[in-house]
């Protein structure tokens, strides 16, 4: 049983309005990322993080930005939400080493209107 | 950077097996994972192999890994329309970045 919320899970916001999306778990994982999925479409990475106080852009361009003040907690944050945030955004995790299990969240659906 | 890809669509009928491909570029992967993914659901871990072996063997799925050629693949035994589902082929890059393949949308028909 996977450990990772993800709150809110439906979100439906005005352009312009700032939102944060939460991901916490409750493993001791250090390793936590944030992924974009369109409905059916691939996964893009967006973030990602190896420690508190660690946060790496990942290989898709993404106007969020991310933080890791805690081990648990990986939120991230539009400042301006835009009809083009609207999309699925899942947080994973997993541990440092010796772990081959990633965990996902259930996924955070944002529509921006 | 790497990359990760796989075929779009496999369409199969009912009782066949379903074999979906997928290639990675990183050399320095460790775990590589096959997940499905229902619409509108999360993503579901089936099955995942450590890099330095060649086969492994769940229940109906098999995965073979090819290291040299970097080319992994899932076979589903006995597909049943419950299969129907979008898998995606994700490599770690040796602990590091979880990189997903575009996914293989499987049709099972009757």
């Known amino acids: 049983e996977a450990d990772i919320y993800q709150t809110p899970r439906y979100l439906v916001i005005g352009t312009g309005k700032k939102i944060t999306l939460e991901c916490s778990q409750t493993?001791?994982?250090?390793?936590m990322y944030w992924y974009q999925q369109d409905p059916g479409m691939e996964l893009h990475l967006i973030h990602y993080?190896?420690?508190?106080?660690?946060?790496e852009k990942g290989d898709l361009s993404s106007e969020s930005t991310v933080s890791r003040i805690r081990t648990e907690h990986f939120p991230l944050t539009l400042e301006s939400a835009r009809p083009s945030h609207t999309s699925q955004y899942l947080c994973a995790s997993r541990p440092d080493r010796g772990g081959n299990t990633i965990y996902f969240g259930e996924g955070s659906w944002l529509t921006v209107v | 950077g790497e990359d990760v890809e796989q075929s779009l669509f496999l369409s199969v009928r009912e009782g066949d097996s379903s074999v979906i491909n997928c290639t990675y570029t990183d050399s320095s992967s460790t775990y590589l994972y096959w997940y499905k993914q229902e619409p509108g659901a999360g993503l579901q871990l089936l099955t995942y192999?450590?890099?330095?072996?060649d086969m492994k063997q769940d229940q109906r799925l098999t995965v073979l890994l090819n290291k040299k050629d970097k080319h992994l693949s899932l076979r589903i035994a006995d597909t049943q329309t419950g299969d129907s589902a979008i898998y995606f082929c994700?490599?770690?890059?040796?602990?590091?970045?979880?990189?997903f393949g575009a996914g293989t949308r499987l049709a099972v028909h009757p």
């Open positions: 493993m001791g994982h250090d390793k």
């Open positions: 994700a490599d770690d890059g040796g602990y590091n970045k979880l990189i």
């Open positions: 192999i450590f890099s330095n072996m």
């Open positions: 993080s190896y420690g508190v106080n660690s946060t």
